[in-house]
């Protein structure tokens, strides 16, 4: 983070007129044009000095900034926190799109926070593969990748997370691989015995009795 007093060789508590002196000499001195005449290399300081003014000038954008270094100084980064609860919105954006069965939309986000994830050189959590996983699956975009992912969260966070199994468990069961799904339902109720979620797909696809009136018209 940028210390607009040092920019500008000022103390923190420098009154208006002292900051605007301040400026107006910086300024004359690190200008491109008087750069360029002496036969030097415009470095940017003018620039940042022009910024440091801006906002040391004002009262509000003064007072903003002085908790924001504050919080800098105190080992509290405000702009990396500041992305990261960007990309908490984002992550619960997704999620939300998912629950309203608006997978490709789901999707989009995903591949905003994957972005992110390479530009950051960051690991991607469990839970952004089991999610997206079941996006890309359920949209049908790529359910070879979207299954891979979620066996991933699955497996990364050991069988302990209730949303991870019953995620791949409904892609298995609209697979048609019952058996891995039923497993993954089992593995659910050994770690929430009372998951609604489990109980609740597993009535989804159970096979249907058939009637006496089925089995007599032979019906499916």
Same mark, same amino acid.
């Given at each position: 983070?940028?210390?607009?007093?040092?920019?500008?060789?000022?103390?923190?508590? +420098?009154?208006? +007129?002292?900051?605007?002196?301040? !400026?107006?000499?910086?300024?004359?001195?690190?200008?491109?044009?008087?750069?360029?005449?002496?036969?030097?290399?415009?470095?940017?300081?003018?620039?940042? @000095?022009? %910024?440091?003014?801006?906002?040391?000038?004002? /009262?509000?954008?003064? $007072?903003? !900034?002085?908790? &924001?270094?504050?919080?800098?100084?105190?080992?509290?980064?405000?702009?990396?926190?500041?992305?990261?609860?960007?990309? &908490?919105?984002?992550?619960?954006? $997704?999620?939300?799109?998912?629950?309203?069965?608006?997978?490709? %939309?789901?999707? #989009?986000?995903?591949?905003?926070? #994957?972005?992110?994830?390479?530009?950051?050189?960051?690991?991607?959590?469990?839970?952004?593969?089991?999610? !997206?996983?079941?996006?890309?699956?359920?949209?049908?975009? /790529?359910?070879?990748?979207?299954? &891979?992912?979620?066996?991933?969260?699955?497996?990364?966070?050991?069988?302990?997370?209730? &949303?991870?199994?019953?995620?791949?468990?409904? $892609? !298995?069961?609209?697979?048609?691989?019952?058996?891995?799904?039923?497993?993954? @339902?089992?593995?659910?109720?050994?770690?929430?015995?009372?998951?609604?979620? $489990?109980?609740?797909?597993?009535?989804?696809?159970?096979?249907?009795?058939?009637?006496?009136?089925?089995?007599?018209?032979?019906?499916?």
């Amino acid at each position: 983070m940028k210390n607009y007093y040092e920019i500008l060789s000022v103390s923190r508590d +420098a009154a208006k +007129a002292e900051i605007k002196k301040s !400026y107006i000499m910086l300024a004359k001195r690190y200008h491109p044009d008087k750069v360029n005449q002496e036969g030097g290399e415009d470095t940017g300081m003018f620039a940042d @000095i022009a %910024e440091a003014y801006d906002v040391l000038s004002d /009262d509000e954008k003064r $007072a903003k !900034y002085d908790h &924001d270094l504050k919080k800098f100084n105190e080992g509290i980064d405000v702009e990396q926190k500041k992305r990261e609860e960007k990309f &908490d919105q984002l992550f619960l954006r $997704a999620k939300k799109r998912i629950r309203e069965q608006r997978y490709r %939309e789901a999707i #989009e986000n995903f591949e905003k926070l #994957e972005n992110n994830y390479k530009y950051t050189n960051k690991q991607p959590t469990p839970e952004f593969y089991s999610f !997206y996983g079941f996006a890309l699956f359920l949209s049908g975009k /790529d359910k070879k990748t979207g299954i &891979d992912y979620m066996d991933k969260a699955v497996t990364t966070s050991m069988f302990s997370d209730e &949303d991870f199994m019953t995620n791949l468990a409904e $892609a !298995y069961y609209l697979s048609n691989e019952k058996k891995k799904a039923d497993e993954l @339902i089992k593995h659910t109720f050994s770690v929430n015995p009372r998951s609604k979620k $489990a109980y609740l797909l597993r009535q989804k696809y159970a096979p249907k009795k058939k009637s006496i009136l089925d089995i007599i018209f032979r019906r499916k």
